[in-house]
């Protein structure tokens, strides 16, 4: 009976977890719908807004691998790496901290200064992007809290914040750098 009520509570916790990330993806988009075309909020030295959000959503993402490489090791999933020394875990910690912070400057720029576009194919998919990509991190985030979650909640959750992830830097940061040329 005990493994039963254990069973219920994780896919209790688990609907919860999905739920809250849908909610603030949702609030994202729908916060992002109705902004955008205003002054940037802030560019720190950079000589535009968009260099300053391909600039801080590259170092993200370098970031972000760090985070991928060593989630697999210390899930001994890392190939010919053996045992995850003691310093991977907080390594791991650190950098999706450090990425996060990143990312919170280039998200405010991307809603206040953008908003929720739909000029292009690429631009909803990277504003489709950057709302899952909040959703997946506060699902993961929420999931790190809770007892009982299936263990493949974990994995998969932070499998779509690295998908999204890369997601919006391939529709903005790669488009820039790869055609020089301004984001609309």
């Known amino acids: 009976m005990a493994a039963v009520v254990e069973v219920r509570r994780g896919r209790i916790a688990l609907a919860w977890v999905l739920l809250a990330g849908a909610a603030v993806a949702i609030a994202v988009g729908v916060y992002g719908r109705g902004r955008g075309h205003r002054r940037p909020v ?3 030295g950079f ?3 968009i260099q300053f ?3 801080l959503a590259s170092a993200a993402l370098v970031l972000v691998l760090v985070q991928v490489l060593t ?3 210390m899930w001994g999933r890392l190939p010919g790496a053996g045992a995850a020394p003691r310093w991977v875990g907080p390594v791991h910690r650190w950098s999706g901290t450090i990425a996060f912070v990143a990312l919170i400057p280039v998200a ?5 200064t953008f908003g929720f576009e739909s000029a292009s194919t690429r631009v909803v998919a990277h504003s489709i992007a950057g709302c ?3 959703g997946a991190y506060a699902a993961k985030m929420l999931g790190l809290r809770l007892r009982g979650l299936p263990g493949w909640t974990l994995p998969v959750l932070g499998g779509i914040v690295f998908t999204s992830l890369v997601g919006l830097w391939l529709t903005s940061a790669l488009w820039f750098f790869g055609l020089n040329q301004p984001l609309t």
């Open 42 to 44: 802030f560019v720190v």
């Open 47 to 49: 000589s535009g807004v």
């Open 53 to 55: 959000k391909v600039w």
């Open 71 to 73: 989630a697999l090791w």
């Open 108 to 112: 405010l720029n991307c809603l206040l």
């Open 132 to 134: 899952a990509f909040y």
